[in-house]
Structures are given as structure tokens and as C-alpha cells.
């Protein structure tokens, strides 16, 4: 006879594979778990197992790093990973964080796990800023970090002609790294704010990054790329992106376009948690409330790098470190050797690097005009196939808070939790004269992701001699 599985009934119990703490550690750190295995979650994760801390380093990507330290940049942390003494867990998920500190982890078994820490640090880094143009739903329109992401990690240059849209520091750097690469750009359209003496004052605290974008200027106009500070009109073509047409009238040819406007804090992990968030003039956002040892407003929950503010990757780093030494003293462990030197340095350096986060990020904002300009016509909400004219029409009819915006016009009630358009829904809403302040992030639920049912379905046989038996 054939033979078979006997399985019990699917339950939606998930296996818990927290591992108990060795007993030499201060209660409190016995299981420190951190999300994200950039700069900030990286460079933590690795001086805790050099205290004997064993951290659990979870990572949706496959490689750490980060965005920022994708390439060759990020091959000192890769290796410092791949030598510590830490549970590392790669292309990872979490798909929820429960009051308790327990964490759901949805890993490439397609598995759901759940992780049960006493202490959790989130540094969920930053995700690009997305707005609506008109015909930014055509396909060969992807954003700058995918392009980034293409170039860098997959090795695939584009064959262009390429146009680039967007603001900030990121449009730059991405047209740095094309051009670099041979890519034939057909322009560079600049949409964001002119520097000014805020912008200049806060880059004067990093003249690194000053010295950095005049090289990227000077590269730029030795490869005879063109730059137009404007807010493109649109997008066009029938099948896919043939052209990127400006104010005056004129178009760039293209066959592909990356579109980013900037950086936006990753706050998703953070409303999930049930962290408290607060407007932040400085930055112009919605961050998490955090203390000055980086702990939010949950006891227990830390947050570090561009997930509490964009700041870059020298900050990012520098929080990892600062919070490292404080984590291991609270676990009455020595410093490693080195540690409390990177510790005094990393501290003088905060209130400079992030000045000049802030003032990166007022670079990469777009002037209400601009943004008035979108025609109504415009998707905004791919999900749902939103218009912005619908958003425009709640807000006319005296809809004001963020949930009442999106039952009447359905922005951002897509799959996506409104990951795509929670950004040029904002902006809208700014754009028509509500106070920022007034309008916070829409809530995130469980799961963060989209996932297969069959993630929270554990099938077992009843025991291990009746795994596999005749019939």
C-alpha cells in the first residue's frame, strides 16, 4: 500500500523559537531582539555579540546592510556579521509585534514563527517618497532605489535612455551612479527646493557631504547631462514610458524613468507596535516619540537611525554604537575593547548629523504650487485606483481626519495598507491648506505584509513514528 501522512487538524498555534536566556545576563537583556540589519540595526547587533549578548538581527533583505550599504560599502559590516556570535535571520519578515514584546516573523520556509523578546529595536531605516505624476503608473516608471537596487546589487545597468525625477539628495546620488555606470541619461528633472541658508547651514555641519555633491556636480556636467529645476508635467506614452514632458513644453525621451522624491521615515513597525508618534517641525514628519537613550514611548522598544528621523548612514551608525554601550551596561557586561571611544566619539557627532538630516529633508520638499498643479485626473492610490480628485472632493466636503479621507475616497484602503500613497496623500492634503500636524499616519494591522493563509497553518504528524507508515 501507498504510504501516507496521518496529520492532526490545522491550528493556528505558532511554534515560539525564543531561546531562554543563559542566566548570566541582567533579566531585562536576556533576549534582545533588533529589526533591521542596516547601519544602525548592524553595527548594534555585531559590539552585542562582542559582549556576549547573542542579539537576535532580523532582515527582510538577503544581504545586510541596508539600503545605503548595499555594494562594496557595506562588505565591513557583512563580514562582522557573518564572524559574530548572533542569530542572524535573513530575508525575514515581521508581520506583527505584540504588547507582550512577541514577535511574528514570517521567514523563507513561508512559516510564521513567533520570537518573544525583552527588549526590541527597531531600525526599520527609510523608503522612498513617492508622489503622483501624471503617468507614473506605466510601466518603466520605478523608483530610485529600485533602479539603485538594480545597478548595484543585481549588476544590471539600464539600457536608457533613462530620465531621472524627483528631489533631494537621493535624485543626486542616483544620477551619480548612473552616470558612473555609462547609463545615457536623458536629464535630470529637480523638483525640489532651492537651496537656501537653512539647507546650506545645516551641510555646513558635514562638509564631507558638501565636498561629495561637487564632485557629483562636477561629474554631472563633464557627462553633459541636463538639469531642470521643475515639476514635470507628466509622464507619457501608449505601452510603456516613451517621454518625460516639462513645464515649458518640452519632453525628455526615455524609455525608462526613476521617480523619487525624497526619503520618508519607515514609521510602519513603530505604529504597529503601538508607539506613540508626534509631528516633528524639524523634520517635517510624523517620527516616533524616543527618549535620549533612544527608547520610545513603550518600555522596552527602542528606535534607531532613519526610522526615528532621516539622518544618513553616519548617523545611523553612530545611534547603533551609542545605544550598544548603553544596552551592554544595562546587561552588566563590560565594554568591548574599543567601544567606549566609539561611544564618545559617535555622541559629540549626533546633534551635527542630525542638523544635517534635517536640512537634507526640507531639500527634498516639493512647493505647494506644484503640487496644487496635479491634474485631478491623476492616480493616486494604484490599489484602489484612486484619483487625487477624489481626494480633493473629501477634502471639500469637509473631510478632515485621515480615516474619514480614506473612506470617501478610498486612498490608501488597498492591499498595501497605504504604503504607496500614504506619502502623495499627505502631500495633497498639505498642498490644500490643512496643518500637517493635524492629519497622522493611518494605523497599520496585522499583517504588515500580505501573506498566504497557509503561513499561520501548522500540519504535523501525530508523532514521529506515525510520520510515515503503511496503511
Request: hydrophobic share 45%; with cysteine; aromatic share 4%.
Amino acid at each position: 500500500m501507498r504510504p501516507h501522512h496521518r496529520r492532526r487538524a490545522p491550528t493556528a498555534q505558532l511554534p515560539d523559537h525564543s531561546a531562554a536566556g543563559s542566566g548570566s545576563e541582567d533579566l531585562a537583556m536576556s533576549r534582545i531582539a533588533i529589526v533591521g540589519a542596516g547601519p544602525a540595526g548592524g553595527t548594534l547587533a555585531v559590539w552585542l555579540a562582542r559582549a556576549g549578548l547573542h542579539p537576535l538581527l532580523i532582515d527582510a533583505e538577503r544581504s545586510a546592510g541596508g539600503a545605503g550599504w548595499r555594494g562594496r560599502e557595506g562588505d565591513g559590516l557583512r563580514r562582522a556579521i557573518a564572524q559574530a556570535r548572533l542569530d542572524y535571520r535573513p530575508e525575514t519578515e515581521v508581520i506583527d509585534i505584540a504588547a507582550d514584546r512577541r514577535l511574528t516573523l514570517l521567514g523563507p520556509s513561508g512559516q510564521a514563527v513567533t520570537e518573544t523578546a525583552d527588549c526590541i529595536v527597531l531600525a526599520p531605516g527609510a523608503t522612498e517618497r513617492p508622489l503622483p505624476v501624471p503617468g507614473w503608473t506605466l510601466p518603466g516608471v520605478l523608483g530610485l532605489g529600485a533602479l539603485q537596487r538594480l545597478l548595484k546589487q543585481d549588476g544590471m545597468r539600464p539600457a536608457g535612455p533613462l530620465a531621472l525625477v524627483g528631489s533631494g539628495p537621493l535624485l543626486r546620488l542616483a544620477a551619480d551612479q548612473m552616470i558612473a555606470a555609462g547609463v545615457h541619461l536623458s536629464g535630470i528633472v529637480d523638483a525640489g527646493r532651492p537651496a537656501d541658508l537653512r539647507l546650506l547651514s545645516g551641510l555646513a555641519r558635514r562638509p564631507g557631504a558638501l565636498a561629495r555633491g561637487a564632485v557629483m556636480e562636477m561629474r554631472r556636467r563633464l557627462a553633459g547631462v541636463p538639469l531642470y529645476h521643475d515639476f514635470p508635467v507628466a509622464v507619457h506614452g501608449a505601452e510603456r514610458v516613451e517621454s518625460v514632458e516639462l513645464s515649458d513644453g518640452r519632453r525628455l525621451e526615455a524609455s525608462l524613468v526613476g521617480l523619487g522624491f525624497g526619503l520618508q521615515s519607515n514609521t510602519e513597525l513603530a505604529r504597529l507596535a503601538g508607539l506613540t508618534l508626534a509631528w516633528n517641525d524639524a523634520w517635517s514628519a510624523w517620527l516616533p516619540e524616543r527618549d535620549e537613550e533612544f527608547q520610545s514611548s513603550r518600555e522596552g522598544i527602542f528606535v534607531l537611525g532613519d526610522g526615528a528621523g532621516l539622518g544618513g548612514l553616519t548617523l545611523a551608525e553612530a545611534e547603533g554604537i551609542c545605544l550598544a554601550a548603553g544596552l551592554i551596561e544595562k546587561a552588566a557586561k563590560p565594554l568591548p575593547p574599543g567601544l567606549a571611544v566609539a561611544r564618545r566619539r559617535a555622541s559629540r557627532r549626533l546633534p551635527s548629523l542630525r542638523k544635517a538630516g534635517q536640512a537634507l529633508a526640507v531639500w527634498s520638499q516639493i512647493s505647494p504650487a506644484a503640487l496644487r498643479a496635479i491634474p485631478d485626473a491623476t492616480i493616486i492610490c494604484r490599489c484602489e485606483g484612486t484619483s487625487v480628485g477624489s481626494v480633493r472632493n473629501a477634502l471639500a466636503d469637509g473631510y478632515r481626519s485621515p480615516a474619514a479621507v480614506k473612506l470617501a475616497s478610498r486612498a490608501g484602503m488597498g492591499l498595501c495598507q497605504g504604503r504607496t500613497c500614504e506619502a502623495g496623500l499627505r502631500a495633497i492634503v498639505e498642498a490644500a491648506g490643512l496643518p500637517p500636524a493635524d492629519f497622522p499616519p493611518g494605523t497599520v494591522r496585522l499583517p504588515l505584509r500580505p501573506v498566504p493563509a497557509s503561513a499561520f497553518v501548522r500540519t504535523e504528524p501525530d508523532s514521529p513514528e506515525q510520520g510515515h507508515r503503511s496503511a
